[in-house]
């Protein structure tokens, strides 16, 4: 049942709102904070309130605006919608709060511009989650990236501008280049940009030209270019010349998010499961992404740069996601979506640990991490369990996520994917266990002390540690949201 409310454009009245008070608070740096605490608390809130009737098997409906037939600023709540919606409201406390420790650790300039960015970047994620069309999607996926260039751009120094020239040419390119023709063909071949209720049929008519539906598949697949699926990733990398909680927001809250979500929207509410069957355009696109799951998990391998490391391990993680949604099986879909939520918080948990590390001991790489596992006991345990849990490993949440996406390759007897899955599944063992070894069992030559350092601000080590416990959380207790995503399912 559709239920007409207000209600989805709430969370992002909130965000904006909160935003443009952070934005008068510059000379009052505390009120400037708590105005972000309280947005990100109470964006969550609006966001929880819809979860029984989405729980219920209904959805939510709004629309602001009807430019012409079929095309419409409007909003739709459903149960993928509050997947991300979930992760990236909840996700933006843990950020806010440090936030404060780090940028006040470091004592950052233009901190009123960069909150402020922050702010609007989560109301983009917002917008993202409940857009209804293609066309509010596309509006809210360009304020994302419009609204992080400045944070990428944040240090205001030759290497900051050179990361964010290469960030912003990538996504404004691919989005311009891509994405926008993509919408275009849509809406000439089918009418209207709205998304379908079904999953299984999409917007196409039968009697649609197979060509055509193919190049726009195609065009939307690079066109969201958020999702890093190689040979569009090398943005993703480069970026991470930003702030370590920028990073985060790049990699676990909402940029990379919303690019993998925008792909999963357009395959399951565009083209529909039945639709990328026929054409084989699912599994083609699974094997596709299979080359950037095997080859970023591979590049990481050879980075030292800890911040490095982590990038292309979100490269790999994210066409998990897509590969998931592509299998096209009930249970490969579940594990794509579901590690949406897993590797949120998994991921924020690494890029938090690794700014921890820099504010208490200044280090980048991981070969000067020996032993720091002593000095920095809560940050590097949590590092130890979100990085189970990128590999795999019981009882974290990502266990979860490849169970069932080992369960969609085995329900389609897909052996390839399912070598792939396996494969990964090592090479993340490969990159992470290192890094826990080295700090907590190469103390003696690494000379590390607990006088020598301590652990970074409470405000930071809090949420690390909080987020690496929802992930066990999540692993031990995956019901909520394994039985929120089955309401996609017809």
Known sequence: ?????????????????????????????????????AGSILTFIAVASMIPDIMA??????????????????????????????????????????????????????????YTCFAIAILGAQGVSYSGSLFSLYLFYEIITIFTYPL?????????????????????GTSKGLLLPAVVLTYIMTGTLDFSDNILTG????????????????????????????????????????????????????????????????????????????LCLGIWTAYFVSITILLASIIALTKDDLKARLAYSTV?????????????????????????????????????????????AQKRKISDMEGIGYAMPFTMGAFAIASLSMIGAPPVAGFVSKWYLLNGALEIHNIPILIVLMASTILNAGYFAPITFKAFFQGKRGGWKRGDIKEAPATMVAPIV????????????PEFFVNLIGRLMP
């Open 203 to 278: 917007i196409f008519t039968k009697d649609a030209n197979s060509t055509w539906i193919t190049v726009a598949y195609i065009l939307f697949l690079f066109g969201f270019a958020k999702a890093a699926i190689m040979p569009l990733h090398n943005w993703l990398p480069s970026a991470m010349v930003a702030p370590t909680p920028v990073s985060a927001l790049l990699h676990a809250v909402a940029v990379v998010k919303a690019g993998v979500f925008c792909i999963a929207r357009v395959m399951l509410s565009v083209f529909g499961v039945e639709l990328l069957n026929n």
């Open 316 to 360: 790999s993680q994210l066409s998990y996601i897509v590969l998931g949604v592509a299998l096209l099986d009930p249970s490969g879909i579940l594990g794509g979506i579901l590690h949406i939520v897993n590797h949120g918080f998994s991921k924020i948990t690494l890029f938090f640990c690794a700014g921890a590390i820099f504010v208490a």
């Open 466 to 477: 909080l987020a690496s416990l929802i992930s066990v959380a999540l692993g031990l207790f």
């Open 152 to 172: 990428v751009a944040h240090h205001q120094d030759a290497e900051g501008y050179a990361g964010a020239k290469k960030y912003i040419v990538y996504l404004m």
């Open 57 to 114: 098997g209904n959805k939510i409906v709004y629309t602001l605006s009807t430019i012409a037939p079929g095309i419409s600023i409007n909003f739709r709540v459903d149960a993928l919608s509050l997947i991300f919606g979930i992760v990236s409201s909840f996700l933006w406390i843990f950020a806010t709060f440090y936030n404060i420790g780090y940028m006040r650790s470091l004592n950052e300039h233009a901190q009123t511009r960069y």
């Open 1 to 37: 049942m559709k239920i007409e409310s207000i209600r989805p454009l709430i969370p992002i009245i909130i965000v904006l709102v909160t935003s443009l008070l952070i934005s008068l608070s510059k000379k009052r740096p505390n009120l400037r904070e708590s105005w972000s605490i």
